[in-house]
């Protein structure tokens, strides 16, 4: 078990220099969403238009883990087709589960060490589930 | 006694986590278990197993004899004035439940109050919130002190008249505190109000006396306190346990069966409906043979030393934020390392092989009330060392060296 495989350059600096914190502006479909075993939470706001997903922020409180995933996913769900976002949310449970899985968002890859520590699997996938719960909302 | 020799009866702390041998922090959520215990549970099921209270054959006899001379067991373990008092469940949560269920609720009306504390683990304060909503009764909370004590003055000026029921936690599983529950019984009794007492982290670690604390009803579990898990006991004086109704029925707690009406057994089978935890009971038994084999003013007293220890220890940490009493406390040491997260801070202590807890602990209202989200938490039990304290505290000192070079 080596520490580096989870706690990568690019995941601490996600979690220092947070990617989309804050709140959107005008209309959006927020989710809150609580990882009930450990206090963890985020509120995610999404922009979706015309099927796409236009912008996205988010804000919360938890460990580098599920903060640096939250920026990540935020940055890499702009702007995209709301089938490819779910995609992207499926291929990041593969990754969790240790699947081989390509992100055009590269920095998302950083995260692939998460499968190694199960006890924190749930917190990479919760911004994730959040982006799911979201795009079901938006009943689209 | 010596942590260190007594170390040998538990055959899982002898193991390597991650490359280093394991210091096992976290027996607040669940101890470790003896040989003995493990052999209790083996020799039951390998010479006495059968159904208990129905077998006419030898092995019914013998499981029933093991069941219930555990319960003989635990009476004898708190003190309680018959084995009638003495109900097995399986655990703190649902001897709680219980008592909600069949008593307050059956006893709470709109206006009344029900009293506990911020304190409260989840499972001492769901159900409350429940009677309370089901019958209009008022959930009162007693204030704390910013070191999450409790001052008599303010449990006198919050039970009052109305005050039915109070429910508090003897040992803190975050703060470390341990309240002064006799003097509450004394309060709430003055008020015409019952007590039930959160045994959970109190029964592993200290004497306890229901008949001295005069608490009218006793929660605990066995997993916590060197026995397995699905086992626990709920101790009720017996004159409240007549007149209560059960909230399980079916199977062991029937007497009489009509096809419009049926009858219940008596105390304390009465609340023990369906096939028991019987072998649960038997080495609940056998854990608490254990645990006075040892001496529970032992092992309070060596806890006691340990945890002034590894305060001493790690107050020297800088950053480190220790949460509860700096004196006066149980042996469990609740903290918040920078801003480093304490998930963040569990994982990397737990890659030099340190276990401890991370999260909000079952205690959110609580995590509310420090500000905080979440903590992370050492816990001691008998078999914890000095040097598994200083395997800690460099554990810790690692963590900060790591996300400071981390994040850099």
């Known amino acids: 078990m080596q520490l580096d495989d989870l706690y990568r350059r690019v995941i601490m600096d996600h979690y220092k220099n947070p990617r989309n914190r804050g709140k959107l502006e005008g209309e959006a479909i927020t989710i809150d969403l609580n990882n009930p075993s450990c206090g963890d939470k985020i509120s995610l706001q999404m922009a979706v238009e015309d099927g796409r997903v236009k912008d996205a922020k988010f804000e919360g409180e938890g460990c580098s883990i599920s903060l640096s995933s939250a920026s990540m996913m935020t940055d890499a769900v702009k702007g995209k087709t709301i089938e490819e976002a779910l995609q992207m949310a499926e291929n990041f449970s593969g990754l969790m589960k240790g699947e081989e899985a390509e992100f055009d968002y590269e920095d998302i890859e950083a995260l692939s060490g998460v499968n190694k520590f199960p006890a924190r699997i749930k917190c990479a996938t919760l911004a994730w589930n959040a982006m799911r719960k979201g795009i079901e909302k938006s009943g689209k | ?408």
């Open chain 2, 1 to 408: 006694m010596k942590a260190s020799e007594l170390r040998r009866h538990f055959p899982i702390l002898d193991q390597e986590i991650n490359g280093h041998p394991l210091v096992y922090l976290d027996s607040a959520a669940t101890s470790q278990k003896p040989v003995a215990v493990i052999e209790a549970l083996k020799h039951y099921y390998q010479w006495e197993n059968a159904n208990v209270h129905r077998g006419v054959h030898t092995l019914g006899s013998r499981a029933t004899d093991a069941y219930e001379g555990a319960r003989e067991t635990v009476a004898a373990f708190l003190n309680a004035r018959s084995t009638e008092e003495i109900i097995f469940t399986r655990g703190t949560t649902t001897a709680i439940n219980l008592v909600a269920q069949s008593y307050a609720q059956s006893v709470c009306r709109e206006g009344d109050e029900i009293v506990i504390t911020p304190l409260e683990h989840h499972s001492n304060l769901i159900p409350w919130q429940q009677v309370a909503k089901r019958t209009g009764a008022t959930l009162k909370y007693i204030p704390l002190q910013p070191d999450g004590s409790i001052r008599l003055e303010d449990v006198e000026a919050t039970i009052t008249e109305r005050t039915k029921m109070v429910a508090v936690v003897y040992v803190s599983n975050v703060m470390a505190v341990v309240n002064p529950v006799k003097q509450i019984a004394e309060i709430a009794h003055r008020h015409g109000a019952k007590i039930l007492v959160d045994g959970a982290q109190s029964t592993p670690h200290l004497k306890v006396d229901v008949q001295e604390l005069d608490c009218d009803f006793y929660a605990f579990s066995g997993h916590k306190m060197c026995g397995p898990t699905g086992i626990g006991a709920l101790y009720g004086k017996k004159e409240l346990l007549e007149n209560m109704e059960p909230i399980e029925f079916g199977g062991e707690m029937i007497d009489h069966v009509g096809l419009y009406e049926s009858t219940w057994k008596d105390l304390p089978w009465r609340f023990e409906g369906g096939t028991p935890i019987i072998a649960g009971a038997v080495g609940l038994g056998a854990a608490i043979r254990f645990l006075e084999e040892i001496g529970l003013d032992a092992i309070d007293r060596h806890e006691k030393e340990l945890t002034a220890y590894a305060m001493e220890r790690m107050s020297k940490i800088d950053d480190l934020v220790i949460y509860g009493p700096k004196e006066e406390r149980a042996g469990l040491i609740t903290f918040n390392l920078g801003d480093i997260h304490p998930h963040d801070v569990a994982t990397v202590l737990d890659a030099e092989g340190v276990a401890v807890r991370a999260g909000h602990h079952c205690c959110q209202p609580l995590m509310r009330w420090l500000n905080v989200s979440a903590t992370a938490r050492a816990s001691f039990y008998l078999y914890n060392t000095e040097e598994d304290v200083d395997r800690l505290v460099a554990a810790l000192l690692k963590t900060k060296e790591y996300f400071g070079y981390a994040a850099g």
